[in-house]
């Protein structure tokens, strides 16, 4: 594996950063989404250890209290996190919104369960300590984990 510069700097960064200036979701009533997405580790540093991955899942659960606290009175979207089981680049920050080519909304899930399917112990530990969260469990091609919260936006299930 090729050796990169600077990543003292990426991972201090990664407490400071903040995506959504960057993203074009500053505005919640505004702007329409269709499925939009936020990765927050593109490079797949976290697939290497969980002590790499974690401060991208920190971050990623920081940006979503930011967005679940921003559309607490907006009940026409859809906010959840789906994380992988070893895929860290895949792990991402979810916001849909009813638009006129959206045939996915409402999102809904079924055939997941409320028991885990992970098997890295790690990142099972780390969702299993995430408080007000509701956790749904389901395997693909990978195992995964689909999170939201209650009161924010249309439920899921």
């Given at each position: 594996m090729k050796k990169h510069r600077g990543l003292k700097r990426y991972y201090k960064n990664l407490v400071t950063q903040n995506d959504f200036l960057k993203a074009d979701l500053a505005n919640l009533n505004s702007t329409e989404f269709n499925n939009q997405h936020l990765h927050f580790d593109l490079r797949g540093y976290g697939n290497d250890s969980f002590?790499?991955?974690?401060?991208?899942?920190?971050?990623?659960?920081?940006?979503?209290?930011?967005l679940a606290d921003r559309s607490q009175d907006l009940k026409h979207l859809q906010v959840y996190a789906v994380v992988l089981d070893f895929d860290?680049?895949?792990?991402?920050?979810?916001?849909?919104?009813?638009?006129?080519?959206?045939s996915q909304f409402p999102f809904k899930v079924d055939k997941l369960s409320k028991t885990?399917?992970?098997?890295?112990?790690?990142?099972?530990?780390?969702?299993?300590?995430?408080?007000?969260?509701?956790?749904?469990?389901?395997k693909a091609d990978e195992?995964?984990?689909?999170?939201y919260k209650s009161n924010v936006g249309l439920l899921l299930n």
């Open positions: 002590k790499r991955r974690e401060p991208h899942l920190d971050k990623l659960f920081r940006h979503f209290e930011v860290s680049s895949s792990d991402a920050l979810f916001l849909q919104k009813p638009m006129f080519d959206n885990s399917t992970l098997t890295n112990d790690l990142l099972n530990y780390y969702i299993s300590n995430l408080k007000g969260y509701q956790k749904l469990y389901g195992a995964f984990c689909l999170l």
